[in-house]
């Protein structure tokens, strides 16, 4: 199970911390990439990190967001300053995780969690 949270109301410049928790069977998160999707458009790739702790971005976040993860908490954060109007969306994290029912590696979606950037 991987659930976000973090989410919510923000006005223009302002920031927010999205986590993203994996809980249940899943006892190691490798990899995870934070995506959004805002209404009519299409998911879009925002931040990824590799199991190594190296991140890429997309060229709207570069210097405005960050992305992190705690092993021990099985978590990945997505700390975004400086929003913009434009950055509202739903975000959703994808982790490949270590399910331990299953003794093998698997690709999780969260639901997501709504952000709302007012100007």
């Known amino acids: ?66 992305i992190s993860k705690d092993n021990a908490k099985k978590t990945v954060y997505l700390q975004m300053n400086s929003l913009r109007p434009e950055d509202t969306a739903v975000y959703l994290c994808n982790v490949d995780a270590l399910d331990l029912l299953t003794m093998g590696w698997h690709n999780y979606w969260g639901r997501g969690t709504q952000v709302t950037v007012a100007s």
């Open 1 to 66: 199970l991987v659930v976000e949270s973090g989410g919510g109301l923000v006005q223009a410049g302002g920031s927010l911390r999205l986590s993203c928790a994996a809980s249940g069977s899943i006892v190691s998160v490798n990899a995870a990439t934070w995506y959004r999707q805002a209404p009519g458009k299409q998911r879009e790739l925002v931040a990824a990190i590799t199991s190594a702790d190296a991140t890429s971005y997309a060229a709207s976040a570069k210097g405005r967001f960050t």
